[in-house]
């Protein structure tokens, strides 16, 4: 946000003074600096280790780029397009005068655009509260807008079209929540409490102490079976987070990589999560032979990643143990 804001008060006329630019600077660092300096001591890095996880790298591939802005495009639009047609809507009749391109609006107005660019520039998989934060700067920009195209109109007409405006919003939010959000969010929730925990509560009664177990979801596991938990999402553990900046995820499952983690002797069980059961049943990966325990289905894992998942737990055990 400091970047975007200091480009667009380099660009208005007549410029902020230095002494206003060195207050945001200040404040910022103020708010963030204790964070980053804790970060750093805790985790090691200045950025949460969910950041390298959720992120592929940069997309230097102008076809592959504007393919990825769809994504924040629909979740954009989903909730928002009232607002969005208004600002695209008063940029055409009004051209410079219109409200998203006044000096006054002009941070916001670079903030809305800049953050999914970064998002999809870094890679990241965009989920909707990742757009949370421009929300507020698309819903002024919109609504703001459509006044600036009504300010010509008789007070009855104004207040006519923006009361359709907020019916049609809100009308559209309920829809996009009813028929998006809610089954999806329902199915998850009802496999994650009943199948998931299954799961995790059939390693609480087989596993013995101090086993490991590692498994791309962890949370469930964590607090349901007892078991030391190897992050394989590199979310929470630094050593998988280094991994991940060299292999992907299905690698790093498929080729066993997981088994030379610094800090984990040895790894126990296996929690697969895939479109297809059984994968490893038998097969021995990187010196270890894998046998299925238990397995369970999941619906969806949310919006975003529908369709069924099998989540396959095996026990593992090195080649040549007895």
């Not at 695209?88 to 998203?100: E, I, K, N, T």
């Not at 104004?158 to 809100?170: E, I, K, P, S, Y």
């Not at 939010?173 to 009813?178: D, E, K, L």
Request: net charge positive.
């Amino acid at each position: 946000a400091i970047p975007v804001y200091i480009a667009g008060a380099l660009t208005r006329r007549p410029r902020p003074s230095a002494r206003i630019l060195a207050t945001a600077v200040l404040v910022t660092l103020a708010l963030v600096g204790p964070w980053l300096a804790f970060a750093k001591w805790h985790i090691g890095s200045f950025l949460p280790n969910t950041a390298g996880a959720k992120s592929g790298g940069f997309v230097t591939n102008p076809l592959v780029f504007a393919h990825k802005l769809i994504v924040p495009a629909k979740i954009v639009a989903s909730s928002q397009l009232v607002a969005v047609v208004a600002m695209l809507a008063d940029v055409a009749v009004s051209r410079r005068r219109a409200f998203v391109l006044v000096p006054e609006f002009r941070f916001a107005a670079l903030w809305m655009i800049a953050l999914p660019l970064a998002y999809v520039a870094a890679d990241i998989q965009i989920l909707s509260r990742y757009l949370l934060i421009i929300t507020p700067a698309v819903c002024a920009g919109g609504w703001m807008s459509l006044q600036s195209l009504l300010r010509s109109r008789p007070v009855v007409a104004q207040r006519a079209v923006l009361g359709t405006a907020l019916c049609a919003a809100m009308a559209l939010n309920g829809v996009t929540y009813v028929r998006t959000v809610v089954p999806p969010t329902q199915a998850f929730s009802h496999d994650l409490q009943t199948h998931m925990v299954g799961l995790a509560t059939y390693l609480h009664q087989h596993a013995a102490p101090g086993e490991v177990v590692a498994a791309a979801d962890i949370g469930y596991l964590a607090f349901y079976s007892r078991c030391r938990v190897l992050d394989l999402g590199g979310l929470v553990e630094p050593a998988t987070g280094r991994l991940r900046t060299q292999y992907d995820y299905e690698e790093i499952v498929d080729r066993g990589l997981y088994f030379d983690v610094p800090g984990y002797p040895h790894v126990d069980y296996l929690v697969d999560r895939e479109h297809e059961p059984d994968r490893f049943d038998g097969k021995v990966v990187n010196g270890h032979r894998f046998e299925k325990i238990y397995m369970t289905t999941v619906q969806n894992l949310g919006i975003r990643k529908p369709g069924e998942y099998y989540y396959t737990l095996y026990h593992i055990t090195p080649v040549g143990a007895p």
